[in-house]
């Protein structure tokens, strides 16, 4: 599926692994977020990036280190996570005020 | 910071009624409300979005009202249909963020379209 891509769709590592997820964009876009999905609690967003620049840093853990090498792709680079990292991963683009669109997710279990 | 809270958690109607979600917002601020679709185990999709300088939109049988003053914006289905049965969740965004996005979300509202 064309849009926003995200690898892998699943990943399972241990606390002192180190891991990245990936996410491509093919709409041309100048923004890309990473966004945090937990059960039972609100989309939280993690990471801004406007022209590979990162613009926000919402208060994330040091053990979640972003990556936009170009502004059609992303990486969140993760090592020594706790289980309550346990989480869906999304990675989402914009172009300027017109609508973010969400890649499909990395489900991320931390055992 | 922004806060939005959403209402209610979850809805049941049976096909063909309407279907009303709720959102409220704490940025009079804030300038852009969208709203997102997520089927079971599939990426959010936004279905409509309504900016600060509007009262309401409509796309087909989807409507979403905006009131300032109140600090609150909704979602309207009509005629619902059992492929309406996803989760809801609304956004607001404060200004300030430039180009991008800093949305907010609320916690989400899971519809159950009855056949």
């Known amino acids: 599926e064309t849009g926003v891509t995200q690898t892998p769709r699943h990943l399972v590592m241990g606390m002192t692994n180190k891991k990245s997820l990936k996410c491509e964009q093919h709409?041309?876009?100048?923004?890309m977020y990473w966004y945090k999905q937990s059960a039972k609690k609100p989309l939280e967003l993690m990471f801004v990036y406007n022209f590979k620049e990162q613009t926000e840093n919402n208060s994330v853990p040091s053990r979640f280190s972003p990556e936009c090498p170009n502004s059609s792709h992303l990486f969140l680079h993760l090592h020594t996570l706790q289980p309550e990292d346990s989480a869906l991963y999304l990675c989402?683009?914009?172009?300027?005020?017109?609508?973010?669109?969400f890649g499909q997710g990395t489900r991320l279990t931390v055992v | 910071g922004e806060n939005v809270e959403q209402h209610p958690s979850t809805l049941s109607v049976q096909e063909g009624d309407s279907a009303v979600i709720k959102c409220t917002y704490s940025d009079s601020a804030s300038n852009y409300f969208p709203w997102y679709k997520q089927e079971l185990g599939k990426r959010p999709q936004l279905i409509i979005d309504?900016?600060?300088?509007?009262g309401e939109k409509k796309d087909q049988r989807i409507a979403v009202t905006l009131n300032k003053t109140a600090k609150h914006f909704s979602l309207h289905i009509t005629e619902t249909q059992p492929e309406d049965s996803a989760v809801y969740f609304c956004a607001a965004n404060p200004p300030g963020g430039g180009s991008n996005y800093k949305l907010t979300f609320g916690k989400g509202t899971l519809l159950t379209v009855n056949p």
């Open positions: 309504i900016r600060s300088n509007v």
């Open positions: 989402a683009s914009s172009q300027d005020l017109r609508g973010a669109f």
């Open positions: 709409l041309g876009h100048n923004a």
